[in-house]
T-cell receptor
Framework: DVKVTQSSRYLVKRTGEKVFLECVQDMDHENMFWYRQDPGLGLRLIYFSYDVKMKEKGDIPEGYSVSREKKERFSLILESASTNQTSMYLC???????????FGEGSRLTVL | GENVEQHPSTLSVQEGDSAVIKCTYSDSASNYFPWYKQELGKRPQLIIDIRSNVGEKKDQRIAVTLNKTAKHFSLHITETQPEDSAVYFCAARVDYKLSFGAGTTVTVRA
């Protein structure tokens, strides 16, 4: 089974702090994604990466950056956290051949 | 970019009845349409998908239909059971990007 692991399930940070959300997949997938999930808004794509060191903006990239130094690891960075970034963050990976996107358990971030 | 709209936002059905969720998409280049189920506190998981060259697909009690001309697709759940209670998301893919609808919370009443 594909395993997508997000390092932190729950985080509480203060406004202005730098936040790192880490995601690791164990199936050698080329493509990785970061989504944000908010009630009534569904899942919105923040950034994705289709190869090591490659990244593309999704629909809501403002206030976020990403890093993919190794194929299995995709990090989401909030340079200066704000209260409107309080949300559930979901990482996902995809082979690029079959259709299925495999999600991690999610990281619930609260910014105070 | 792709815009996926999903209706209804909530759906309450009696156990044994059918549930239907409808989605529309905007980008005619979308070629893959999955449905994900998210149980409370868990990750979204794929339950069924359909590609743009297929009009209908069925897997036991769930089925998906696609109307490319009208740019809409639907999920049908028959003989609903308590374990069908969850949030369901439709999605549409263009190239690498999978865009999701806002979700439908389905509650199956015993």
């Amino acid at each position: 089974d594909v395993k997508v692991t997000q390092s932190s399930r729950y985080l509480v940070k203060r406004t202005g702090e730098k936040v790192f959300l880490e995601c690791v997949q164990d199936m050698d997938h080329e493509n990785m994604f970061w989504y944000r999930q908010d009630p009534g808004l569904g899942l919105r794509l923040i950034y994705f990466s289709y190869d090591v060191k490659m990244k593309e903006k999704g629909d809501i990239p403002e206030g976020y950056s990403v890093s993919r130094e190794k194929k299995e690891r995709f990090s989401l960075i909030l340079e200066s956290a704000s209260t409107n970034q309080t949300s559930m963050y979901l990482c996902a990976s995809w082979t690029g051949t079959t259709g299925e996107l495999f999600f991690g358990e999610g990281s619930r971030l609260t910014v105070l | 970019g792709e815009n996926v709209e999903q209706h209804p936002s909530t759906l309450s059905v009696q156990e044994g009845d059918s549930a239907v969720i409808k989605c529309t998409y905007s980008d005619s280049a979308s070629n893959y349409f999955p449905w994900y189920k998210q149980e409370l506190g868990k990750r979204p998981q794929l339950i069924i998908d359909i590609r743009s060259n297929v009009g209908e697909k069925k897997d036991q009690r769930i089925a998906v239909t696609l109307n490319k001309t009208a740019k809409h697709f639907s999920l049908h759940i028959t003989e609903t059971q308590p374990e069908d209670s969850a949030v369901y998301f439709c999605a549409a893919r263009v190239d690498y990007k999978l865009s999701f609808g806002a979700g439908t919370t389905v509650t199956v009443r015993a």
